[in-house]
């Protein structure tokens, strides 16, 4: 080789040695290659939860019921609350393709008592134990993008629980075992379509129709009076997720149509007066088609804290047609003593309904002390203007049965020319120790908690035991001592 190649040849392996270490050191450098999505298949999961607990009325009340809940309703006795399996592939809302899901959920357990869907299982086990259905829907997400889309769209065709509120049907993911009265008063179930549109990254639009609260499919048995209703709303989540803001409402006619003879006006029971509107229930003087029931909720979720969590939510409810009154708007008295003294029958000129309402607002503060133990509490106070809400169903069919409109002999209402202002307080505590690790058994859930409930206008909605100075077991105030276990499990 010529001498004058040489520093040919060493600028040329020079020139390649830093080729090779550039290219090694990239290698070492690049982030490794994202792992493939999982199969479709692979991403359903099958779990669920058994609880029971029971609920300790210091009151004793002579009737064993405590009032103004539903699913923590038997005072002094152990309660199965329920076994629920859920079978589901959850929808990817953030997906930039489409992604389809399902959630089918069964739950069996005296709680089904109330979570119902007409002509779905209702009367197949005649105990306080049933079984039915939760949620049976399909999901999809559309990445159908636009100025009013940003996000896509969601959307829910079935069976599925209500938006309204801050507690759930899912009993693990609340922070007490006993409910609020906004939850216990309010929408539980729908039946139809709900479209969630994410305008924005901190908007999203609810939109949806449903067949009513507590209905199944269009048509007899499924819907009670064959009418739609609407569901829909909207949700802020503000501060990078640590405030969010849900305004839900729901709206329609809920008055079942009484079925049966239709040129036979219903009657509650043999002799009573019939009602004016043919086929219509004791609760509803009007035509079931057009009466309305309104459900609404505003309900914030702050996360102060990475601990610390404040929940507030305000509830709005409207009935049109309850609580008759004659077409005259006179007190009886008045009327009758009209009709004694002129002959007249105003008496026998058809009721009208003047409607019912509530409203009410719940505080929750819930704070982590460790990964064991949270701290929680609730005040709330609710007011019920014409004792059209609150009621109690302690039949095994009490519930379902107002739902289709039948006779409910065991039910229990307050008289309805007056309202109740109820006040509740909570304090309890979530436990959830540290266990071995376990083949499906997947944590524990301990939760007792100390509630105290008053009606704070003078009325004594509640029970206790009978004395000969208190011949009905009437109470103002009922303390209590609740608790719960959930053990919740994974099958696949």
């Given at each position: 080789?010529?001498?004058?190649?040489?520093?040919?040849?060493?600028?040329?392996?020079?020139?390649?040695?830093?080729?090779?270490?550039?290219?090694?050191?990239?290698?070492?450098?690049?982030?490794?290659?994202?792992?493939?999505?999982?199969?479709?298949?692979?991403?359903?999961?099958?779990?669920?939860?058994?609880?029971?607990?029971?609920?300790?009325?210091?009151?004793?009340?002579?009737?064993?019921?405590?009032?103004?809940?539903?699913?923590?309703?038997?005072?002094?006795?152990?309660?199965?609350?329920?076994?629920?399996?859920?079978?589901?592939?959850?929808?990817?809302?953030?997906?930039?393709?489409?992604?389809?899901?399902?959630?089918?959920?069964?739950?069996?357990?005296?709680?089904?008592?109330?979570?119902?869907?007409?002509?779905?299982?209702?009367?197949?086990i005649a105990d306080r134990t049933q079984i039915g259905f939760l949620e049976a829907n399909l999901q999809a997400h559309l990445p159908w993008t636009s100025f009013i889309s940003q996000?896509?769209?969601?959307?829910?065709?079935?069976?599925?629980?209500?938006?309204?509120?801050?507690?759930?049907?899912?009993?693990?993911?609340?922070?007490?075992?006993?409910?609020?009265?906004?939850?216990?008063?309010?929408?539980?179930?729908?039946?139809?379509?709900?479209?969630?549109?994410?305008?924005?990254?901190?908007?999203?639009?609810?939109?949806?129709?449903?067949?009513?609260?507590?209905?199944?499919?269009?048509?007899?048995?499924?819907?009670?009076?064959?009418?739609?209703?609407?569901?829909?709303?909207?949700?802020?989540?503000?501060?990078?997720?640590?405030?969010?803001?849900?305004?839900?409402?729901?709206?329609?006619?809920?008055?079942?149509?009484?079925?049966?003879?239709?040129?036979?006006?219903?009657?509650?029971?043999?002799?009573?007066?019939?009602?004016?509107?043919?086929?219509?229930?004791?609760?509803?003087?009007?035509?079931?088609?057009?009466?309305?029931?309104?459900?609404?909720?505003?309900?914030?979720?702050?996360?102060?804290?990475?601990?610390?969590?404040?929940?507030?939510?305000?509830?709005?409810?409207?009935?049109?047609?309850?609580?008759?009154?004659?077409?005259?708007?006179?007190?009886?008295?008045?009327?009758?003593?009209?009709?004694?003294?002129?002959?007249?029958?105003?008496?026998?000129?058809?009721?009208?309904?003047?409607?019912?309402?509530?409203?009410?607002?719940?505080?929750?503060?819930?704070?982590?002390?460790?990964?064991?133990?949270?701290?929680?509490?609730?005040?709330?106070?609710?007011?019920?203007?014409?004792?059209?809400?609150?009621?109690?169903?302690?039949?095994?069919?009490?519930?379902?049965?107002?739902?289709?409109?039948?006779?409910?002999?065991?039910?229990?209402?307050?008289?309805?020319?007056?309202?109740?202002?109820?006040?509740?307080?909570?304090?309890?505590?979530?436990?959830?120790?540290?266990?071995?690790?376990?083949?499906?058994?997947?944590?524990?859930?301990?939760?007792p908690e100390f509630r105290w409930d008053t009606a704070v206008n003078g009325t004594t909605p509640f029970f206790r035991g009978v004395t000969s100075s208190n011949p009905l077991g009437?109470?103002?105030?009922?303390?209590?001592?609740?608790?719960?276990?959930?053990?919740?499990?994974?099958?696949?």
């Open positions: 080789m010529k001498w004058y190649y040489l520093p040919i040849v060493t600028a040329a392996s020079i020139a390649a040695s830093m080729a090779i270490a550039a290219d090694v050191a990239a290698k070492k450098k690049a982030p490794p290659a994202p792992p493939p999505p999982p199969a479709w298949l692979d991403t359903v999961t099958v779990d669920g939860f058994v609880e029971g607990g029971v609920a300790i009325n210091f009151n004793q009340p002579f009737n064993k019921l405590n009032w103004g809940h539903l699913y923590t309703d038997r005072a002094n006795w152990p309660t199965f609350n329920g076994a629920v399996l859920t079978v589901q592939r959850p929808l990817d809302s953030k997906a930039t393709t489409y992604d389809f899901g399902f959630k089918a959920q069964l739950q069996i357990g005296e709680d089904m008592r109330y979570n119902h869907y007409t002509g779905t299982l209702e009367y197949a996000g896509g769209i969601d959307v829910k065709v079935g069976q599925f629980p209500t938006y309204n509120g801050a507690e759930v049907m899912y009993a693990k993911d609340n922070l007490f075992y006993s409910h609020s009265y906004i939850f216990n008063f309010g929408p539980f179930l729908h039946t139809g379509a709900m479209f969630t549109t994410h305008v924005r990254d901190w908007l999203d639009i609810y939109t949806g129709v449903t067949t009513g609260v507590n209905t199944g499919f269009p048509g007899w048995p499924g819907d009670n009076n064959n009418s739609p209703s609407f569901h829909g709303g909207f949700g802020l989540n503000l501060l990078d997720g640590n405030l969010t803001i849900l305004g839900i409402v729901h709206h329609g006619p809920e008055n079942p149509v009484q079925r049966g003879n239709p040129f036979l006006p219903f009657a509650p029971f043999p002799g009573a007066l019939a009602l004016t509107w043919p086929n219509t229930p004791l609760a509803c003087v009007c035509d079931p088609n057009s009466a309305n029931r309104t459900f609404s909720n505003l309900t914030t979720t702050w996360k102060v804290t990475e601990n610390l969590t404040l929940i507030t939510d305000i509830a709005y409810n409207r009935e049109s047609g309850s609580n008759p009154i004659s077409q005259t708007g006179l007190p009886a008295a008045t009327i009758n003593a009209l009709d004694a003294n002129f002959g007249t029958n105003l008496a026998g000129v058809p009721l009208k309904p003047q409607g019912a309402d509530s409203y009410a607002v719940a505080q929750y503060a819930s704070y982590k002390v460790n990964d064991i133990f949270k701290v929680n509490g609730r005040v709330e106070y609710y007011r019920d203007n014409k004792n059209f809400f609150v009621a109690a169903f302690p039949g095994y069919y009490d519930a379902i049965n107002v739902f289709h409109g039948f006779p409910c002999y065991s039910c229990i209402f307050r008289p309805g020319g007056q309202g109740t202002s109820y006040l509740g307080l909570t304090a309890g505590v979530t436990i959830t120790p540290e266990l071995p690790k376990m083949p499906i058994i997947t944590g524990l859930i301990i939760r009437q109470s103002r105030s009922q303390g209590m001592f609740n608790m719960d276990v959930i053990i919740p499990f994974s099958l696949l």
